[in-house]
């Protein structure tokens, strides 16, 4: 027997396949959108000058929200839902140092370790507390100097990338992540600006910056402390690798933690910076392109000596820190025999970094 629909029946029945397919479709096109325009704002985030596929790579495939900021060639921040942030930063190289866009080579109780790879740059990280929503997520911050050669262009690009990742640092195969940003985007600002390089090569493996508490015998040092011996109650030493890094540091102390000499190599554009800031605001004291060598200031607490390197000057100094686990501030040692200690110090390793960048030997540091 043949069976009749009615023609209400239908209506019935296809009105709610009809909402189905228009749910759907809204569904389809919403998501397909809101992928193009995540990608669309990552495209032109930073003045262009982001690779997706490393954002992406890094920080996660979620819904991403990008921020423009000022203040530099490019200043944006990324994050994404789920994943990651980042803050990009590219800039003229004396203006970002300038602005402390940089990465110093101490921060806090950490040294930055270099980045290495052919790249001149540093990496530094510490927890990141002030952000709940990230979890367990660890801040890192990678900063690249780019030398550029040519007419047309800056004299050189700092790209500085400050990212919030989830992992523990203490995984090797976690932290190149921190550089792939900063690596990609390089390539792109070099492009942008017309800044003739050397780029490096891709980030394979990247050092865990170092904390103060991870020291060891000054003579079993091997990076940037090596080669000084045991001297004024100094009998410990925190190191970083040398990795043809922009700024250099050995850290000594005594075993009681109430002596401490820092000892920083600054090259290019950190030691023009530097140079800078003491002819600026140095009221007469420090190092400048006029007293290219010094024992100390008169406040006793930094020498320094120079050798000429390819890229301009390279400054060597000694920090003289007397703050003892109390915090009280104690007057440098200024003994004869102390202060022919601290110029040997000195000496030997101005000469050994300036021999690892190429570098001129280091002059002669005055007594008195």
Same mark, same amino acid.
């Given at each position: ?36 325009? &995540? ?34 060639? *490019? ?111 390089? *390539? ?72 401490? &000499? ?107």
């Amino acid at each position: 027997m043949a069976v009749t629909v009615s023609r209400g029946l239908r209506l019935a029945v296809g009105a709610p396949l009809a909402l189905i397919v228009l749910v759907a479709g809204f569904l389809l096109f919403h998501g397909d959108f809101g992928r193009w325009s &995540d990608n669309s704002a990552l495209d032109d985030a930073c003045a262009g000058l982001l690779d997706r596929s490393a954002v992406r790579g890094v920080l996660g495939t979620g819904d991403a929200d990008v921020e423009g900021l000022g203040g530099a060639l *490019a200043h944006c921040r990324v994050t994404v839902e789920g994943g990651g942030s980042a803050e990009i930063q590219v800039d003229d190289t004396a203006q970002a140092l300038r602005s402390a866009a940089g990465v110093p080579a101490a921060g806090g109780d950490g040294l930055a370790v270099p980045v290495g790879h052919g790249w001149s740059g540093l990496f530094n990280a510490e927890f990141d507390t002030s952000r709940p929503e990230q979890g367990n997520g660890v801040e890192g911050t990678v900063l690249l100097l780019l030398t550029c050669t040519g007419t047309g262009g800056p004299d050189g690009l700092a790209v500085s990338v400050r990212s919030t990742l989830d992992g523990s640092l203490d995984d090797p195969a976690n932290r190149p992540r921190y550089a792939r940003i900063a690596t990609s985007t390089a *390539a792109e600002a070099a492009k942008a600006q017309h800044c003739a390089t050397q780029l490096g090569s891709s980030v394979k493996s990247l050092g865990l910056p170092v904390t103060k508490d991870q020291y060891q015998p000054i003579g079993s040092a091997d990076g940037t402390c090596a080669g000084l011996s045991a001297a004024r109650g100094l009998r410990v030493a925190t190191e970083t690798a040398r990795g043809g890094a922009p700024t250099e540091m050995c850290r000594l102390a005594d075993t009681a933690g109430t002596l401490e &000499d820092d000892l920083t190599a600054f090259f290019g554009p950190y030691a023009e910076e530097e140079l800078r800031y003491h002819e600026e605001r140095g009221y007469g004291e420090g190092p400048t392109h006029d007293r290219p060598a010094r024992q100390r200031t008169a406040d006793g607490r930094v020498g320094w000596t120079s050798a000429e390197c390819l890229d301009g000057r390279a400054l060597f100094t000694v920090r003289v820190g007397t703050a003892g686990a109390s915090g009280s501030v104690r007057k440098p040692p200024s003994a004869a025999a102390d202060l022919v200690a601290e110029r040997t110090l000195l000496t030997a390793f101005a000469a050994r970094s300036a021999k690892a960048h190429g570098c001129s030997a280091p002059r002669p540091i005055p007594a008195g």
